[in-house]
């Protein structure tokens, strides 16, 4: 199998990289969507992490500030 060259006109690091990045999130989303294992798993270890985090080491976690550790545990879910 052989391989063309196709001429570009020269896209930044960024376009390129954000191309890729479509991409790949692309081929795993599909990938996810024809193995309902997959997707189980990739939605129920995050909902884990956070109870594990919250309930057996959040009261070892001090914020700094008087903050509650509690309310960063959502969006560290969400980063998941």
Do not use: C, K
Request: charged letters at 10%; glycine letters at 8%; hydrophobic letters at 50%.
């Amino acid at each position: 199998m052989s391989t063309t060259a196709v001429p570009v006109r020269d896209p930044s690091r960024v376009v390129m990289a954000a191309a890729d990045t479509i991409d790949v999130a692309g081929r795993n989303l599909r990938n996810l969507w024809r193995t309902p294992q997959a997707m189980i798993f990739a939605t129920v270890q995050p909902v884990i992490f956070v109870l594990l985090f919250a309930y057996v080491s959040g009261s070892a976690i001090v914020i700094p500030g008087g903050g509650n550790y509690h309310e960063y545990l959502i969006g560290g879910m969400l980063a998941q």
